[in-house]
């Protein structure tokens, strides 16, 4: 059963900085690779970036040197490091496995990028 608790959301201003973090069940993390995902205002859900069971990181390329991800194993939790925030990178930002294994999405944390 998947379960991931999103956090670390909230309100910056253009140029600022926030850490999202992912904290997902040993099973789980131990098992999948797990990915962010970004949602505008649509029903869209954007793949941002993967960090595989292995460490191995891959990050959108238009988000490169401004986004990060990470993981603490200790913690069984994930990472993203948004620097340089702008107004479009504002939305609920989602973190799930990677390949899907269910339907399962968690709450998300919201993100306000506004002057």
């Known amino acids: 059963q998947v379960h991931l608790v999103e956090s670390g959301g909230g309100m910056a201003r253009p140029g600022g900085s926030l850490r999202l973090s992912c904290t997902a069940s040993?099973?789980?993390?131990?098992?999948?690779?797990l990915g962010w995902y970004h949602q505008g205002s649509g029903n869209y859900r954007a793949w941002i970036a993967t960090i595989t069971t292995g460490g191995i990181t891959n990050v959108m390329n238009l988000l490169e040197g401004r986004f990060t991800i990470s993981r603490d194993i200790a913690k069984n939790t994930i990472y993203l490091e948004m620097n340089n925030l702008q107004p479009e990178d504002t939305g609920v930002y989602f973190c799930?496995?990677?390949?899907?294994?269910?339907?399962?999405w968690g709450q998300g944390t919201q993100v306000t990028v506004s002057s």
């Open positions: 040993s099973s789980i993390f131990s098992t999948y690779g």
């Open positions: 799930n496995t990677v390949p899907f294994i269910s339907d399962y």
